[in-house]
């Protein structure tokens, strides 16, 4: 078996890397949460993880104690503190102290855990192609995970802090996203409250509900009997229709709306909702149709035949047996067609003049002025974010009691 003799400085890598990492998300962290500029020392973080690597790799696996775990941690702490003369995010310790412990704390704690994981079966030795590429993997997932989580976390924090802070609080030190408790609940979320009676975000978000339900159910109206039809009958045309089905996201969204905007100023559909309720249909119903007739097709046909055979029609069919085992994916399409409707934004733009009927999105854009602060704006993003998240955090339960409900026959 060939072998690769570099275990004991992919370790010491490995552990140099986690160390700039974890300087690098510590510092930014600090810079949000304390509104202090922060400048962490890299090659400080390099050391203190290659040392606190070192010492983990000192002895195989199977002999590696606790004593040699905590002191892996404690050089990490101590390397960090020397290397950098106690300042090791570039700040006094008279600035900030409290904020600066934790975060001392927590890069210890960061770059100690990554060098645990990564490491946790790894010799000094001799290491096999095998254990090489484990080792790689490891450290690849967890920079995935990292880079996963500030894109996804960071903008979210960044548009929360913003919405409950003041426009003179902004413009002082625009790197501060700390929160001010002490001003009390009522200045904190003062945004909101003037959101929903000033700005009528109420009225926004029951317009918003109405247009994405509504939606959702003129989609699953045509899209289950079209996949149903594409997936079971005979008829021709039917391998040509189930081949185009998507043929209209080969056209941007953005050269359809010149031509819908005349058809409908001339129908006297623009600055309605009906506008929108013919157009969010059809953009959503070709993707339905094909995600539906792909798990119509994956279904036993004998059950359906044995419908027919006791007497059964088609609807009754598709109603009793099609629909019932088909719950996860029908599910599935009404939070992908409630999203769309819910966060799209520009026919809603182009079609809408009357703030009266605004959908939220069109509401939060309507907030970007420089007569608005910007607290409003950031306020309306988080209003028009949180609910789609809470939905699909609770709708995908029941996406997963779905799909696992018939995984055992028996």
């Not at 990492?21 to 993880?49: D, E, K, N, Q, Y």
């Not at 690849?140 to 903008?155: H, Q």
């Amino acid at each position: 078996m060939r072998v690769i003799r570099i275990g004991y400085i992919a370790g010491l890598a490995s552990g140099a890397l986690w160390g700039v990492i974890g300087m690098i998300v510590v510092g930014v962290t600090l810079t949000l949460a304390a509104g202090i500029p922060a400048t962490p020392s890299l090659t400080a973080g390099a050391i203190a993880g290659l040392i606190g690597a070192a010492i983990l790799m000192y002895r195989p696996p199977a002999e590696r104690s606790a004593g040699m775990l905590i002191a892996s941690a404690a050089a990490i702490l101590i390397v960090v503190v020397a290397a950098t003369f106690a300042q090791p995010f570039g700040l006094p310790l008279s600035l900030a102290p409290s904020w600066q412990a934790v975060a001392l704390l927590f890069l210890v704690a960061t770059v100690w855990a990554a060098n645990r994981l990564c490491l946790l079966d790894v010799f000094s030795g001799r290491l096999s192609r095998y254990e090489f590429e484990v080792l790689l993997v490891r450290v690849l997932k967890g920079i995935g995970f990292i880079v996963f989580t500030i894109a996804v976390v960071l903008p979210f924090y960044v548009m929360v802090m913003t919405s409950l802070k003041s426009q003179q609080f902004l413009l002082a030190n625009p790197l501060d996203f700390s929160v001010d408790v002490s001003q009390g609940l009522g200045n904190l979320f003062s945004a909101y409250g003037k959101l929903f009676t000033e700005f009528r975000f109420g009225r926004y978000l029951f317009i918003s509900a109405l247009v994405s339900v509504s939606t959702v159910l003129l989609t699953l109206l045509f899209s289950i009997p079209g996949a149903y039809a594409v997936a079971r009958l005979r008829f021709p045309g039917r391998a040509t229709l189930s081949r185009s089905i998507l043929l209209i996201y080969m056209v941007p969204a953005i050269v359809l709306v010149i031509p819908l905007y005349s058809v409908f100023s001339q129908l006297g559909l623009r600055d309605s909702l009906v506008g929108l309720l013919i157009v969010y249909p059809a953009t959503t119903i070709p993707v339905s149709l094909y995600m539906l007739q792909g798990y119509f097709r994956g279904l036993p046909q004998e059950l359906e035949e044995a419908g027919l055979m006791d007497g059964c029609t088609r609807l009754g069919v598709i109603m009793r047996i099609t629909l019932p085992l088909s719950l996860p994916a029908v599910a599935s399409v009404a939070l992908y067609v409630f999203m769309i409707a819910w966060n799209e934004f520009l026919f809603a733009f182009m079609f809408i003049d009357s703030p009266d009927i605004f959908t939220l999105s069109r509401g939060v854009v309507s907030l970007n002025s420089s007569e608005v602060p910007r607290q409003f704006l950031m306020a309306g993003a988080v209003v028009a974010t949180v609910p789609v998240l809470v939905i699909f955090l609770w709708f995908e339960r029941f996406l997963v009691q779905g799909l696992t409900a018939g995984s055992v026959k028996g």
